[in-house]
């Protein structure tokens, strides 16, 4: 009689490489860390003296976006990265955001490693995008939104790292 024992080294064995590229990647397999939080602000200048002196965080660049109505200050905080925003304009976005909700939390972005793979797999789970494509972000990288309404009401973006 003919054994049909297999070992479970065989099963556990993971996939070649031609098998794996046939496995749809998953968005644990693109997403990295938590890499920076949009904080809106009345007054940059002074958010930034604050942020400076408070956690030693340094300016890395600042940036004005005249279409979106937005100034950003990029910060880095140890590992991760603070985006300070102030409204160059009161009907911009975060002109709305800060004159309905004032200053605070804007949104948390997260560091992917291939932005069309977590929008393609964020719009599998039923996520409602902002963006269905990625564009430019002031960061100089691929950006794009997820709905707050979403993700616990918290406006989300990814980042391409
Ligand atoms: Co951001």
Request: hydrophobic content about 45%; charged content about 20%; overall charge neutral.
């Amino acid at each position: 009689m003919r054994s049909l024992t297999c070992s479970s080294a065989t099963w556990l064995r993971p996939p070649g490489p031609r098998l794996a590229e046939l496995i749809p990647r998953r968005i644990t397999d693109v997403l990295t860390r938590i890499h920076h939080v949009g904080i809106a602000v009345a007054d940059l200048d002074e958010s930034i003296a604050v942020y400076r002196a408070a956690l030693g965080a340094k300016l890395l660049h600042r940036a004005l976006n005249e279409q979106e109505g937005l100034e950003a200050a990029f910060l880095s905080t140890g590992d991760g990265e603070v985006e300070l925003m102030r409204a160059t304009r009161p009907e911009s976005p975060v002109g709305k955001f800060l004159a309905k909700r004032g200053p605070g939390l804007h949104h948390v972005a997260y560091g992917v490693t291939n932005i069309a793979q977590a929008l393609a797999d964020a719009r599998a789970a039923g996520l409602e995008l902002i963006d269905s494509e990625p564009r430019m972000g002031m960061h100089g990288s691929l950006i794009a939104f997820v709905h707050p309404k979403s993700l616990g009401g918290v406006l989300t973006e990814f980042v391409e790292t």
